[in-house]
């Protein structure tokens, strides 16, 4: 059964750094992209970027070109994404998918709420 | 980038009514379409890829239709299960660009 199982939700303070994960199983991780979703409160579904496990090939989405790092560990089956200094504009939903013809299984989502 | 438009963002049908969504995108994407259904606290599930092709264990009254630029979602015969919002994708090249998401609610 493929799984994609996100870390657990976070609370941080404005300026802080957060890297948060998304665990492939159940199939072959270095076979396909894994791209993150960003859902803020209420809002819709933005793509931020993908990573190919295979090879780390990495794109991101123009409005996220150098706000995050997103990275695959394909020793441990495992996405992440990062951020060197949160903001509270960062507070959202993010998901992790597995890309083929558009989404087949998402990541649960993890909660991070930025305050002071 | 491809920008995927849907209308309209909110629909008002009742149980057993027929309703269509309607995505349209920025260039022509071929059949490089996806819809998904997003319900409160929940991750997006995919319903139809290739614009046309049923999600295994999808029920048949949902169909998708389209090719191009001109992409639609239609579900006969509404259930309760379905009142949710819905979200057209495309996926012929990166970024793999969301609709805004049609909001379909109970009359």
């Known amino acids: 059964e493929v799984q994609l199982v996100q870390s657990g939700a976070e609370v941080k303070k404005p300026g802080e750094s957060l890297k948060i994960s998304c665990k492939g199983s159940?199939?072959?991780?270095?076979?396909?992209?894994i791209g993150w979703v960003r859902q803020m409160p209420g809002k819709d579904l933005e793509w931020m970027g993908i990573v190919y496990p295979g090879d780390s090939d990495t794109r991101y989405s123009p409005p996220f070109q150098g706000q995050v790092i997103i990275s695959a560990d394909k020793s441990i089956s495992t996405a992440f994404l990062q951020w060197s200094s949160l903001k509270a504009s960062d507070s959202a939903i993010y998901y992790c998918a597995r890309l083929t013809d558009g989404v087949d299984f998402w990541g649960q989502g993890t909660l991070v709420t930025v305050s002071s | 980038d491809i920008q995927m438009t849907q209308s309209p963002s909110t629909l008002s049908a009742s149980v057993g009514d027929r309703v269509t969504f309607t995505c349209r995108a920025s260039?022509?994407?071929?059949?490089?379409v996806a819809w998904y259904q997003q319900k409160p606290g929940k991750a997006p599930k995919r319903l139809i890829y290739?614009?046309?092709t049923l999600e295994s264990g999808v029920p048949s009254r949902l169909s998708g239709s389209g090719s191009g630029t001109e992409f639609t979602l239609t579900i006969s015969g509404l259930q309760p299960d379905d009142f949710a919002t819905y979200y057209c994708?495309?996926?012929?090249?990166?970024?793999?660009?969301f609709g805004q998401g049609t909001k379909l609610e109970i009359k």
């Open positions: 260039q022509s994407i071929g059949h490089w």
């Open positions: 994708q495309h996926y012929d090249n990166y970024p793999y660009n």
């Open positions: 290739k614009a046309s």
């Open positions: 159940g199939y072959k991780f270095t076979n396909y992209w």
